[in-house]
């Protein structure tokens, strides 16, 4: 569907072979629409992190497709994967992932190098602006905290300006203070911007963030949320635990 930023199409992820074989997805199809914010969530082993994987690009499924922005990335070489992964696509990740020896502002900068850009510095500011974090340029990693950093994450995935973020479990390694002006952010990016995102957690409260929330179990859907609510979350969360146990 042309209103869809990400389509899945019976993707599944097999891992291993002959009796060692592990199914971690099973036949899902998915569409991600464009300026929407949808949180995957499931029990430990449903297939969140390789269906997200799968999606952005980082992983290739063992069977089916995926389509990000109009393109099919299943007959992609690497090279041209690469290509449209930096075109298209930002990150944020629980780790964070900055180089500890950079300032805030040369972390940011670091896609556009690598993409043979010299960002001007206004457009790195600006960056880091949008995070509120533009006092915090010349800081390095070690000097900020747990959500500044992650804020300078955000920053540094935005500078491209990607039609999908995707965020893996984005505030997991912060509190509950912290985690709260990470999402509303995220929230902001969509309402505002027009982003497309999808985020796996654990945590209901952060897809309460969300539009809808879509749920795996044993690498298959397992129905979603639309306008979730914490509460409605963690109720569904609870009775597929329940029942993978």
């Known amino acids: 569907m042309e209103n869809e930023a990400v389509q899945l199409r019976s993707i599944s ?12 997805l099973d036949g899902v199809t998915l569409g991600f629409p464009k300026g ?9 082993g449903s297939g969140k992190s390789t269906l997200l994987q ?4 980082l992983d290739r499924p063992t069977r089916g497709s995926v389509t990000i922005g109009g393109t099919e990335l299943t007959g992609l070489n690497e090279t ?24 805030a502002e040369q972390n940011v ?10 960002p001007s510095r206004a457009e790195v500011r600006d960056a880091l602006g949008r995070v509120g974090l533009a006092e915090r340029a010349r ?53 505002t911007d ?18 809808r929330v879509v ?12 306008t979730p609510t914490a509460e409605a979350v963690a109720a569904r969360m609870t009775k597929l635990e329940t029942v993978s146990c």
């Open 13 to 24: 992820r097999t891992y291993g072979s002959g009796d060692g074989i592990v199914t971690a």
């Open 36 to 44: 929407t914010f949808t949180a995957v969530m499931g029990p430990s």
């Open 54 to 57: 799968c999606a952005a690009g």
């Open 80 to 103: 041209k994967l690469t290509l449209l992964r930096r075109e298209l696509i930002g990150f944020v990740f629980q780790a964070f992932n900055l180089l500890p020896s950079l300032t």
């Open 109 to 118: 900068a670091l896609p556009l190098r690598l993409a043979g850009r010299r």
């Open 139 to 191: 800081h390095r990693p070690a000097e900020m905290s747990g959500g500044q950093q992650q804020r300078v994450a955000l920053a540094r995935a935005l500078i491209t300006r990607p039609q999908v973020l995707f965020a893996d479990e984005p505030t997991g390694a912060l509190d509950s203070t912290t985690s709260g002006e990470v999402l509303a952010m995220l929230r902001a990016m969509v309402d």
């Open 194 to 211: 027009a982003r497309t995102i999808v985020m796996v957690t654990h945590d209901p409260v952060a897809a309460a963030y969300a539009d």
């Open 215 to 226: 749920f795996l179990a044993d690498g298959r859907l397992s129905g979603e949320l639309l």
